[in-house]
Each structure stands twice: as structure tokens, then as C-alpha cells.
Nanobody, 123 residues
Framework: QVQLVESGGELVQTGGSLRLSCAASGRSFNSYTMGWFRQAPGKAREFVATITWNGDRTYGADSVKGRFTISRDNAKNTVYLQMSNLKPEDTAVYYC????????????????WGQGTQVTVSS
């Protein structure tokens, strides 16, 4: 089992940047595929980005490609989401999640979730 705690969310202006962090504790962080999801008010949670256990592959949603980068540091048990050129439509609660499957965008394949961190982009 793994416990996840996100941090780094805050209010930022359009065009700004943020880096979210997700610290993991528990067993075998470096064996998990990690993902970021987000949920905007009144909308369903959606996939943002994912990374393999060793960081050799990443994949991002079309809406964030070229702006967001997922990375991980297994020595620090942490996964990151670097966000740049932020837009008001990026406003959401951002969640990190861990999956014991291979790289995946499918929410139900992520068994462990953090509590989320709020990102607000002002126009």
C-alpha cells in the first residue's frame, strides 16, 4: 500500500507556472505507475499525465501537451507535475494516483489516491 500527499497548488495568473509535488510513503513507490488527474467544479475527474515506474515513458492528455511535464524522483519517493502557460481552464483540484499496472490513462486502474491540491488560474 502507498500513501500520497500532494502539494504546490495555489492561485496563479494566466500564463504563469506551477510545480505540483506528490510525496509517497509506504511500500515500493518505485514499482508503481504514477498519474495526475484533475477535477474542475461541476465536472468529472479527468486524466492529465502518467509516468512509468522508472520514468522511461510518459504520456499526457492533449489538453496539456507542450505545457505540462510529469517526472519522478524515486530516490525521494516523489512525482512532479510541472505546469507552464497556465490557462483559466486548468483550474481544478489536482490529484496524484498510483497504479500497479503498466502506464495507463484509465482512472479505475489507479488504486491509491491523494487528497488533492487546488490550482486556480485567474484570467
Amino acid at each position: 500500500q502507498v500513501q500520497l500527499v500532494e502539494s504546490g497548488g495555489e492561485l496563479v495568473q494566466t500564463g504563469g507556472s506551477l510545480r505540483l509535488s506528490c510525496a509517497a510513503s509506504g511500500r515500493s513507490f518505485n514499482s508503481y505507475t504514477m498519474g495526475w488527474f484533475r477535477q474542475a467544479p461541476g465536472k468529472a475527474r479527468e486524466f492529465v499525465a502518467t509516468i512509468t515506474w522508472n520514468g522511461d515513458r510518459t504520456y499526457g492528455a492533449d489538453s496539456v501537451k507542450g505545457r505540462f511535464t510529469i517526472s519522478r524522483d524515486n530516490a525521494k519517493n516523489t512525482v512532479y507535475l510541472q505546469m507552464s502557460n497556465l490557462k483559466p481552464e486548468d483550474t481544478a483540484v489536482y490529484y496524484c494516483a498510483a497504479s500497479s499496472t503498466g502506464i495507463t490513462t484509465v482512472e479505475r486502474r489507479y488504486a491509491y489516491w491523494g487528497q488533492g491540491t487546488q490550482v486556480t488560474v485567474s484570467s
